[in-house]
């Protein structure tokens, strides 16, 4: 390997990888599924084009402001946005981002240095990292059409910035990765994370309450982080601008010292893995024990009134789930979102409009909310499959079987979550009126099993291995992302209209009766499509083992 590596340069090995990995992508979307996920992406990188370019015109404005009016020391602001941005979202897109497989690259006969650059360039596929670069180019644009002079210093800074953020952006996620190798390790990091981003809505309240008394003690914390690189890039952008090119040579030498510091730290997490290092959940040998099983009644769990195969699922299922320790914490979101959310924008004293939102607008907008959070699993209810998909194809079962036990354990989880959030919202909101509560609950019956049906196609045509805990690299399927979307848009489309035709005409139990008519619809049609998907599964059987078994 050694002589093969020395014979060719990196330039060489980089262009030769990554010819191999268009040929990859090219030969991939010959699949229909690969084409449609590819589809799928696009949609949904319109829709994030949108947000940057939108963001594009912000960063142009606010460097033209700053120089224009002299105020450069205020550049530190848009330094400090970008990199928060580029540091904080990868963390929330992390699945959206591009995988970057250390094992697949060692099968090649790269040098360290290749390895190192082919590892750092996949930081600037994420979604953050190219919406900050098109940002940090409308910066130095808009400084330039402020002051034309500032062109090469401003070149000079975003190249260093550009460059420190990838850096340390794949340097935390090595360190991650190598923290998370364990699931429970993952799954307590992930609760710690998403109690973390429900916490968020808790700050506007305390900055209402407290702002004023914590405001002398941020204001006496700002000095000290004149000594972080984006108070650097922005302080070297204002020495120059003010003709202090002492500053502007400290401002940016102590950058370019960041930069080399972060870059070392990177290069030995990449050397230890280009020398191998595993990252393993696999337990350590040990002598095997003889433990007796205890048998249990299968009627003792309370599913006897289900066939041997609807409730083989049904407890398949709720072991995946009991033994999943991040799902028990999700459980909790709902009624942590209801309260959040009573309390600013209902209740007696709401923190973010003076006025309270009646319980007639609130109920039902709460409950559309939570079903869409919580039905979004479904469209991928295979994910976490893996090899034993191919269980269900040699088990004595039909997959109408399988859809039935999915749905039955995912149904009575939504029941329960409803439940727990109808009850939170009657202490904080009240109730509403009887025919808005009937009409709520018919909505709520009309939008889960509508959605069941089209879930479970998506979840046949489109499927996609998940891991339990793990982060990046978990990605949906774009297609199935898609029909998500659109069978969401349509349902609580049709469920708005039906609300406020009953508003419009002065009867208040017409959208109750509407929605029991269209919850029936939904049931028969639910009933009646399970035999046609027991013969879709049988014609994707390769495309679903395919998919969750590599």
Known sequence: MADVTRSTGIAEQIRLVAGLRWQILRNGLRKRNNRLDLVGLIFAGVFGGIFVLGLCFAFYGGAHF???????????????GIFL???????????????????????????LSAFYVIGLAYGLADFSAIASVCWLLSMTLGATAARPGILPAMLLIVTLFVLFNVTLERLIGSWLAKLLSRRRTREIFLGLF??????????????????????PFVMRLLPYFVVFPPSLAGRSIAAISQLHPAGFLLASGGLLLYLLFFSALLWRRFAAQYRGEELSETAAPARALVRTIAKTEQDADG??????????????????LTRNGFAYLTLLMPPLLVLVFSSQFAGRHPTVSGKAVSAEMFFPGMMAYLILILMAPAYNSFAYEGRGIQTYFAAPLRFRDVFLGK??????????????????????????SVPRLVATIAAIVFTIVGQLTVANWSSLSFPRKLEF??????????????VAFGSQILTGAISAVILFTGRWVGNPWLPAEAFAFLAAAAVCGYVASLDALTKLAEKKKETLIEALCR
Do not use: D, H
């Open 66 to 80: 700053f120089l224009s009016k002299g105020r450069p020391g205020w550049m530190v602001l848009l330094f400090w």
């Open 85 to 111: 941005f580029w540091q904080v979202v990868p963390v929330f897109v992390a699945g959206f981002g591009a995988n970057f497989e250390f094992r697949t690259l060692l099968r090649f006969p790269l040098s």
């Open 194 to 215: 998403v109690l973390s981003m429900i916490s968020l809505n808790f700050i506007n309240p305390l900055l209402q309450r407290y702002g004023a008394e914590a405001r």
């Open 303 to 320: 599913l006897g009134l289900l066939s041997p195969q609807v409730a083989a699922v049904v407890r398949k299922e709720f072991r995946y």
């Open 407 to 432: 749905n039955l354990v995912l149904v009575s989880i939504l029941t329960l979550e409803i439940a727990l959030s109808m009850a939170m919202l009657t202490w904080r909101v009240g109730w509403p």
């Open 469 to 482: 805990g793990q982060m990046r690299g978990q990605r949906q399927s774009g297609m199935a992302v898609l």
